[in-house]
């Protein structure tokens, strides 16, 4: 198991910073915050998306709580861009966590993905671990793309 070295943690802007940079290498294009468009008259900026915009990623430095809990709060805010991922319409759609660990060990990562599997539907969630620099930062798939669910039960429809 890994366990994220906290002096390596990054601040929410940085983070963000380190994932594009990690994309731009990963992908081999572009990644730049970018505002889609997600219902009539309403745009939503996404913290990274590739030059030809198949790539669409929201990135989220989040901790568990002082009390080792969860921070439901915050994640909220990951409920709200998975809204708006289901507004878009991209190859890929990317969750970027920083991930964190609690007391007893248990991965915030994990935690959310056992919470929230049932309606992530096309959206990958990708676990992030700062090293020392970009070259020893370790990126896990949590979770793959599955197809949205209601898809086949309105397909006759």
Same mark, same amino acid.
């Given at each position: 198991?890994?366990?994220?070295?906290?002096?390596?943690?990054?601040?929410?802007?940085?983070?963000?910073?380190?994932?594009?940079?990690?994309?731009?290498?990963?992908? #081999?294009?572009?990644?730049?915050?970018?505002?889609?468009?997600?219902?009539?008259?309403?745009?939503?900026?996404?913290?990274?998306?590739?030059?030809?915009?198949?790539?669409?990623?929201?990135?989220?430095?989040?901790?568990?709580?002082?009390?080792?809990?969860?921070?439901? &709060?915050?994640?909220?805010?990951?409920?709200?861009?998975?809204?708006?991922?289901?507004?878009? #319409?991209?190859? #890929?759609?990317?969750?970027?966590?920083?991930?964190?660990?609690?007391?007893?060990?248990?991965?915030?990562?994990?935690?959310?993905?056992?919470?929230?599997?049932?309606?992530?539907?096309?959206?990958?969630?990708? &676990?992030?671990?700062?090293?020392?620099?970009?070259?020893?930062?370790?990126?896990?798939?949590?979770?793959? #793309?599955?197809?949205?669910?209601?898809?086949?039960?309105?397909?006759?429809?």
């Amino acid at each position: 198991m890994i366990k994220n070295n906290e002096h390596n943690r990054l601040k929410a802007y940085d983070f963000e910073k380190r994932v594009g940079l990690y994309l731009n290498q990963k992908y #081999k294009t572009n990644f730049k915050e970018k505002a889609l468009i997600v219902g009539n008259n309403k745009e939503h900026k996404f913290d990274l998306v590739s030059d030809d915009n198949s790539i669409v990623v929201e990135c989220k430095s989040y901790k568990w709580t002082k009390g080792s809990n969860f921070p439901s &709060a915050k994640i909220s805010i990951i409920i709200e861009a998975i809204f708006y991922f289901s507004r878009i #319409k991209a190859n #890929k759609k990317i969750i970027v966590i920083q991930d964190s660990f609690n007391d007893k060990g248990e991965s915030l990562v994990d935690v959310f993905l056992k919470r929230y599997d049932g309606i992530l539907d096309d959206i990958e969630v990708w &676990a992030y671990y700062v090293g020392n620099s970009l070259n020893d930062d370790v990126v896990k798939i949590k979770r793959e #793309k599955k197809e949205i669910w209601y898809e086949k039960m309105y397909k006759n429809c």
